[in-house]
């Protein structure tokens, strides 16, 4: 391991997050997970599909 993860480390278990940022990252890395569950499950619906124009190396573009 590099010597820079062991200084985060230390600084982290010197001044620990608050327990409002542990809340906040739980409900983040909780509403990324239902909506990757969501998605994996379900399927992701077609009207938020962007449609695909090609772009300027993909051929087609704006017709």
């Given at each position: 391991m590099s010597p820079?993860?062991?200084?985060?480390?230390?600084?982290?278990?010197?001044?620990?997050?608050?327990?409002?940022?542990?809340?906040?990252?739980?409900?983040?890395?909780?509403?990324?997970?239902?909506?990757?569950?969501?998605?994996?499950?379900i399927g992701w619906?077609?009207?938020?599909?962007?449609?695909?124009?090609?772009?300027?190396?993909?051929?087609?573009?704006?017709?």
């Amino acid at each position: 391991m590099s010597p820079w993860f062991f200084v985060k480390m230390s600084r982290l278990v010197r001044n620990p997050p608050s327990r409002k940022m542990i809340i906040l990252w739980a409900v983040v890395i909780g509403a990324a997970l239902t909506l990757a569950g969501i998605e994996k499950f379900i399927g992701w619906p077609d009207w938020m599909t962007v449609n695909q124009w090609g772009g300027r190396f993909g051929g087609g573009g704006l017709r």
